[in-house]
């Protein structure tokens, strides 16, 4: 049964700076690709960042781009989102997905209906 945890989301500052992480189990972390997405109440789930299976391919939502960045720590079965100069617009819940894969997929994916499991979500909160 796949599994994903997030933590790591908290109140800051515009201007700080958060660390995501996603701890993932019960599937092939290292042949799957992964992403987190944002929502914030009464809106859809929103892309963030997609990292591909090997974790040498990533793409970015333009709002978060030169300020984000997501990488899979393959000895951990972990993904991480760096998040940098936090703006009042980055307040969401953030959320961890992951794909079932049979095989190594070299692509990263910005669409939340590709994504098959989900985390519970973490809060993050910018205060202006």
């Known amino acids: 049964q796949e599994r994903l945890v997030e933590s790591g989301g908290g109140l800051v500052h515009a201007g700080g700076s958060l660390r995501l992480s996603c701890a993932a189990s019960g599937f092939k972390f290292n042949i799957s690709p992964m992403g987190w997405f944002r929502q914030v109440p009464g809106q859809e789930r929103e892309f963030v960042a997609g990292?591909?299976?090997?974790?040498?391919?990533?793409g970015y939502a333009d709002s978060v781009k030169g300020r984000f960045t997501i990488f899979k720590e393959m000895d951990k079965n972990v993904v991480l989102l760096q998040m940098d100069r936090l703006e009042p617009e980055d307040t969401a819940v953030y959320y961890c997905?992951?794909?079932?894969?049979?095989?190594?997929?070299?692509?990263?994916?910005?669409?939340?209906?590709?994504?098959?499991?989900w985390g519970q979500g973490t809060q993050v909160t910018v205060s202006s």
């Open positions: 990292v591909n299976a090997a974790g040498t391919g990533t």
């Open positions: 997905g992951g794909l079932r894969t049979s095989s190594l997929d070299p692509y990263w994916y910005d669409q939340s209906d590709m994504y098959d499991f």
